[in-house]
């Protein structure tokens, strides 16, 4: 499944459901006017792509000064008549980079991590880095790294590895092709690397870097290193820290890198257009049942499931300066490098038209450097590979999450067009 792919979609038409209420510990705000006028225009646009078979199912919120809309659309499977609700599962795919960003800022709070610092006292595995002369090049050209891969490298993908847009979609380079010899799995979340974590970083050592450290920005690489990282630094597996310290803190009951078996009984069917037919097709990868165990490797770039009540209670979390419910769980100043953009002009540039799209980069997720149809800079947020997109303004405390598992969410406009209805319908930037 190449998520570069323009599709065009099919999806089973289902039933709706609205919720409106107030966030909790929010501020009571007055409903009506152009709050419901613009709640109404995002509710009709989505219900249309469900109806023209754009997408099987959507399950959205709207979060915006105390106010809270929640909208559920479609159904569960194409062609079923289970529908949407409120509290369904998601595999929420890339949106779990800003969960493992955040961990990590936790840990260095903690003084078991210095963002300065290089990888090597926990993953020694990466010391003495070599780097390719060319990113085509044989693995046997390189020169040695200008100096090591630090944490922040890391948190703000400018480790000197990481996924290849152009000319092609993750190209036949040796680079690429070795990491898929070594099962790897360093691009989609799926089929799984059946790699445990300590031989999954052993294996990654073995590969030089595509860039000097802290260099460039590439895609995804550096998540899947900052989980090994966690795990290590905190000297217990990366979901029971998470658990630990953000999920059950925040309240996010049903998120994780495995599910219950009811839970995961819930999952929605994953799909993309076949290009050939242009018809949704069901994918073979991430089925429920594979839901139900912990995976051997729990990627810290794309692993986690979650509901939309679940991660906008961390959205919430970072939108308040990292308190929850009167409860400091992360400094200010952490929250503000998570959220503020760490990349210069250059590597702006050089970071090419996608995924970033003209954004910048804070500490695992985007950050949007210039004004646009949905907000002034300052907002920040990310999107999922398999259908998911949130975001945060903190300027308007504006909140837009929309969960899905039709991967041509992403493509054919609908999530571009979810986030201008939402940011429309809390008023002026």
């Known amino acids: 499944m190449n998520r ?31 709050w ?37 659309i479609g159904t569960l499977a194409l062609g079923g008549d289970e529908p949407m609700r409120r509290g369904t599962p998601f595999r929420i795919a890339s949106l779990t980079k800003p969960i493992i960003a955040a961990a990590t800022m936790m840990l260095v709070e903690d003084g078991r991590l210095s963002l300065d610092e290089p990888v090597d006292r926990l993953l020694p595995e990466l010391a003495g880095r070599r780097v390719l002369t060319r990113i085509d090049g044989p693995l046997d050209q390189t020169v040695p790294a200008a100096r090591p891969i630090t944490v922040e490298d890391l948190l703000t993908f400018r480790m000197g590895h990481g996924m290849i847009f152009e000319p092609t979609f993750q190209p036949p380079y040796p680079i690429i092709t070795a990491a898929t010899d070594l099962q790897l799995v360093m691009d989609q979340p799926d089929p799984r690397t059946p790699l445990r974590p300590d031989e999954w970083i052993r294996r990654f050592g073995t590969l030089p870097l595509m860039h000097q450290p802290g260099e460039r920005w590439q895609y995804n690489s550096a998540a899947l290193v900052l989980g090994v990282l966690i795990a290590r630094a905190a000297r217990q597996p990366l979901e029971d820290f998470l658990r630990r310290r953000l999920f059950r803190p925040l309240g996010m009951s049903t998120t994780g890198f495995s599910l219950s078996p009811a839970d995961a009984a819930r999952l929605p069917g994953l799909y993309a257009t076949d290009p050939q037919t242009g018809v949704l097709q069901p994918q ?14 729990p990627s810290g770039a794309a692993g986690l ?3 939309i009540d679940d991660y906008l209670a961390f959205s919430r979390f970072l939108l308040d300066g990292g308190v929850h419910r009167g409860r400091r769980l992360l400094s200010p100043r952490s929250i503000r490098r998570l959220t503020t953009n760490h990349l210069t002009p250059q590597q702006l540039a050089e970071a090419g038209p996608f995924p970033l799209t003209g954004r910048g980069w804070g500490y695992g997720m985007a950050v949007s450097v210039t004004p646009d149809e949905i907000s002034g800079p300052g907002r920040y947020g990310w999107e999922g590979g398999y259908g998911t997109v949130w975001f945060n303004d903190p300027h308007r405390d504006l909140t ?4 899905t598992q039709t991967v041509d969410f992403l493509f054919n406009g609908a999530a571009d067009e979810f986030q201008r209805l939402a940011a429309a319908a809390a008023g002026q930037r």
């Not at 089973?12 to 609205?18: K, M, V, W």
């Open 284 to 297: 073979p990868g991430s089925q429920p049942g594979e839901w139900t165990r912990p995976p051997a490797f």
């Open 4 to 34: 570069r792919t323009l599709l065009t979609s099919a999806a089973a038409i289902g039933t709706s459901a609205l919720a409106t209420g107030v966030i909790p510990g929010g501020p009571a705000a007055a409903s009506g006017g152009p």
């Open 36 to 72: 419901r006028a613009g709640i109404a225009r995002l509710h009709d646009a989505m219900a249309a792509r469900v109806a023209r078979r754009e997408l099987v199912g959507v399950v959205y919120l709207v979060a915006h000064r105390g106010k809270l809309h929640v909208d559920t």
């Open 400 to 403: 837009a999450i929309a969960m």
């Open 305 to 307: 499931a979650s509901t």
